[in-house]
Structures are given as structure tokens and as C-alpha cells.
């Protein structure tokens, strides 16, 4: 059973009829959205065990419920099995997710690893813990996926931390590089996925609030979140203010790199450059200043792209 939003009492007032009807877009929206990262990306093949790691946060809530609600309409079988790291942490409020993933119906594991008592023995007091704890994390997690026999590891990652990731790593790393919707995993043995890929933050959280997910909070362990990472989401929050559709056009610019007009010669071959006699496709034209067409935003192609999967609803 995936959360109902529209079926919330409404009156017949205008303003509450007005609210069903967004939560209704807007849950359309996020169902689309997944459904179409799921088919661009080729995510779920038929009959994948998908392990979908529940954190109980708005983002893994919101994955997990969608995830539900595809696999009762996808034109293809596959399993979830959700999985929840009991990482030790004081005040961690151990009954939330059995009860809410019991109220589900959905298969469960809830692995309990004391990782935090490793990591406030490892690392000394005022340092930074997360990246000795996601390593652990992450481990884990591989293990219990084969423990489980999943094929696919889910993760409630969405478009703005790919943002910011992306701004990360060039800012801070060097490197024109963002977090993949699908890859390997780092020991090779498991296929990783983002199914909220697509899907904005904003809209999860405005979800999760009218969902009534029962979220645990994420500060238990006392870590802040990377300083790094605040101050890039604090721009990205800032330019999203400022200048309406550029945070869609960046993530659009993810989908659309040109190699041959960047700079990395491993990534294209400049030595082999010749002439040629027919005008190259979406060739430079070199000495005139570029221009821009107008491009649709991302929630206008999203409500162009209709997905099959819910489609087929
Ligand atoms: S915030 Fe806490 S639980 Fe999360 S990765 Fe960092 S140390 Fe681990």
C-alpha cells in the first residue's frame, strides 16, 4: 500500500479543494518522474529483487513509496525488499520503521550494526565521523544485499544532491563529476540505483509533509552535516531565488555534455581533429558568441514526457 495523499479529508471548500488537487500533481509528478529515470536508465529489468535502504528520512520514505506504488502498475514483475540500518545511535527510536513497514505489507530487514561506537572510538572528538561511517555503511549494505539475494540496491539520493555533488567535486575535487543515477558498486558485485534522480527536493519534502512519513531524525550520531555541502546548498538555494529555471538548465547541462568542448583529451581525441568536407553535425561555429534557444524547464518536459509505466495506469 503506497500513501494515499488525495484521499486526506477534504471539504468542499475552495482552497481545500485546491490543496487535493496539487497534492494530486504533485504526487503524479513524483511517480512520473521515478518511472522515467527508471526507463532512461534501465534500472529495474524484470524480475530484480530491489533492496531499497530505508534511512527514515523524507528522501527514502518517498522512494520506497513510489517504488510500491510502480511495482503494483509496471508492465514487468520485480521485489522490494527494504532494508534499515540500526546503526547504534543514541535516542535511535528502534519500533518506528517495523511498525510503519508492517502497516506496509513490504519485506523487511532491519540489520542492527553498532557502527557508531566504532567510529566515536576511531575518530577523535570535534573531527568529522561521516566518511568512517558511510565506509562502514556502505559495507553493510553490500553484504545484507547478497545476503538477501537483491539484484539492485536502491538509494533515495535526488536531483539537487546530484547538484551539489556535482559542485563538490569541482570546486572542491577538481572534477567534472556528479552522483550516477546506475553504477557498480565500488567492489563490483551489486548495481546501484537512484530512482528519485529526477525529482526535486522541494517536492519531496512537500510530499513527505502531506504523507505523514514517520521520520526519524538525522542528527542522532551529533555529526553536522559536511560544512562543504551546506555552503553549496546554501547557493544553490541562493541562485534558485534569484534566477528562476537555472537550477533546472544545470541539471539539464548534466544530461547534454559536449566532450569535444570541454577540455579533457582523454575524453576526446583533439589530436585527431582534420578537416572535412561536409559541415560537421552541431559543428562551432567557432568565431560567433554562442546563442541560446529557449529551453522548456524540467517540469514543463516532464509534463511533455508521459511515462509508460504510468501510463499503463
Ligand atoms: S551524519 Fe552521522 S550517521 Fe550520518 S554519515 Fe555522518 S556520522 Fe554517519
Known sequence: MSANISSADVANSPSQSKQKYNL?????????NVGKAIADFGMIEHNDKVMVCLSGGKDSYTMLDILMFLKKIAPIHFDIVAVNLDQKQPGFPEHVLPQYLDSLGVEYKIVEEDTYSIVKDKIPEGKTTCSLCSR????????TAKELGATKIALGHHRDDMLETFFLNMFHGGKLKSMPPKLVSDNGEHIVIRPLAYCNEKDIIKYSEAA????????LCGSQENLQRQNIKAMLQDWNRRFPGRIESMFRALQNVAPSHLVDKNLYDFKSIKTQDAPVADGDIGFDPPSFDTQPTAEEENDIHIVNMTEAK
Do not use: A, S
Open 212 to 219: 505523514e512519513f514517520p521520520i526519524i531524525p538525522c542528527n
Open 136 to 143: 562502514l555503511r556502505r559495507g553493510i549494505l553490500y553484504r
Open 24 to 32: 494530486n500533481k504533485l504526487q503524479k509528478r513524483l511517480r512520473r
